[in-house]
């Protein structure tokens, strides 16, 4: 009789993810947020277009389509205005919520409790956890950026590279891209700590979020060298693991109900 192989470790992790994602894109919220994801840049553009054509804070407004992503190094204030707020990292505050429903729907239904207890492991479902959300991230990055592009094509804004090259251009998407690779690792973490409390999970991913969004805007400028997703990507990769670990633990723990 032949012997039956033993599953790997690898072979675990991929068939867990391969549920996850089915799952996530069975979720009515995964297309509820890309809708909303399309069609919030357009809406800004739209709106602030108005404002400064009515004469009203004309100084906040849009003048280029590539600001949505973000501003040059060199013209980075300290102060909050409406460039520094409604832009494309927002997007990383929605990810959050997205995140902690995902996580807060496994223990209110009781698969992660059955998972665990028939062939699951934890750090598996911790790392696949991890690489659905940062996959979704990147999506909705990139939804982001084509309804950046149809609202500034809607009221005329420049697509012009003024201060920057096509080159920095594609090292700050990519940045943006990859500081997935951050952020997601803290949603998980705070799902894993408020499991069924969904509350507990949004408030905590929105607390440490706040702490790192003005830092956003440093590490990801117009004008990104390739350093900068070099940096983010290492980075990502030890917050990925660091964080990863640690919700591994906090799972082993703590109650599952």
């Keep these: 009789m032949e012997k039956q192989e033993k599953p790997t470790l690898l072979s675990k992790i991929k068939s867990m993810l391969h549920v996850d994602l089915r799952r996530m894109f069975t979720m009515r919220l995964f297309y509820i947020l890309a809708g909303i994801i399309i069609v919030v840049p357009i809406l800004i553009l739209v709106m602030t277009s108005m404002m400064n054509s009515s004469g009203d804070d004309a100084g906040s407004s849009f003048t280029s389509v590539w ?113 997935m690779l951050v952020f997601v690792p803290i949603f998980v973490l705070a799902g894993t700590i408020g499991k069924q409390r969904l509350w507990l999970s949004m408030i905590a991913s929105f607390g440490i979020g706040m702490l790192l969004f003005t830092m956003i805007p440093m590490i990801t400028p117009l004008d990104s060298t390739a350093l900068n997703p070099l940096l983010i990507l290492v980075g990502g990769l030890l917050f990925s693991a660091g964080l990863g670990a640690i919700s591994t633990v906090v799972l082993k723990k703590t109650s599952l109900v």
């Design 67 to 179: 600001q949505m992503l973000g501003t040059l190094s060199s013209n980075q204030s300290a102060g909050m205005d409406i460039l520094s707020m409604c832009n494309i990292n927002l997007l990383y505050f929605g990810m959050a919520v997205l995140v902690s429903i995902f996580v807060s729907d496994d223990f209110k239904s009781g698969y992660a409790k059955n998972l665990f207890t028939t062939r699951g492991r934890k750090i598996n479902y911790v790392v696949s956890k991890t690489l659905t959300c940062v996959l979704v991230g990147m999506i909705y990055i990139l939804l982001f950026i084509i309804g950046s592009i149809i609202g500034g094509s809607i009221v005329g804004l420049s697509f012009g590279l003024e201060g920057f090259n096509i080159g920095n251009l594609l090292c700050c998407i990519l940045s943006k891209l990859l500081l």
